[in-house]
C-alpha cells in the first residue's frame, strides 16, 4: 500500500521560513517524479513545485519561483519543499504528489497524494 506523508507545517509570520517534508512508502523511490501542490479555502488545488523522476529538472510556480526550492534526498526516500520569504497568500494545505516516470503541472497526473499539511502565514 502507497502512503506519502507530509510534515512540517504550521504557523509563520510572514517573511518567515518553513520545510516541508513528504515521506513516501510503497513505491520505488526512484521511479517516480514528485510535486507539490496547495489548496486554500475555495479555491482550487493549484500546482506549486516539481522535480523529475531523474532528479535533474525543476519546475515552480511563477508565484513561488525564487522563494521555494524542491528536493529530493534519494538516501533516504524523502521530498522536501524549503519555504523562505512567505507571504499571507501562501497560506493553504500544502500536498506532497508522487508520478511515475512523469512529472507535470497538472494535478490529473500524479498517481499517490498524501493527506496534506496545513501552512498559515500572518501578516
Known amino acids: 500500500q502507497v502512503q506519502l506523508v507530509e510534515s512540517g507545517g504550521g504557523l509563520v509570520q510572514a517573511g518567515g521560513s518553513l520545510r516541508l517534508s513528504c515521506s513516501p512508502s510503497?513505491?520505488?523511490?526512484?521511479?517516480?517524479?514528485w510535486g507539490w501542490f496547495r489548496q486554500a479555502p475555495g479555491k482550487e488545488r493549484e500546482f506549486v513545485a516539481a522535480r523529475t523522476w531523474s532528479g535533474y529538472t525543476t519546475y515552480y510556480a511563477d508565484s513561488v519561483k525564487g522563494r521555494f526550492t524542491i528536493s529530493r534526498d534519494n538516501a533516504k526516500n524523502m521530498v522536501y519543499l524549503q519555504m523562505n520569504s512567505l507571504k499571507p497568500e501562501d497560506t493553504a494545505v500544502y500536498y506532497c504528489?508522487?508520478?511515475?516516470?512523469?512529472?507535470?503541472?497538472?494535478?490529473?497526473?500524479?498517481?499517490?497524494w498524501g493527506q496534506g499539511t496545513q501552512v498559515t502565514v500572518s501578516s
Open positions: 504528489a508522487a508520478s511515475y516516470r512523469n512529472v507535470a503541472r497538472t494535478p490529473g497526473t500524479y498517481d499517490y
Open positions: 510503497g513505491l520505488t523511490f526512484s521511479n517516480y517524479g
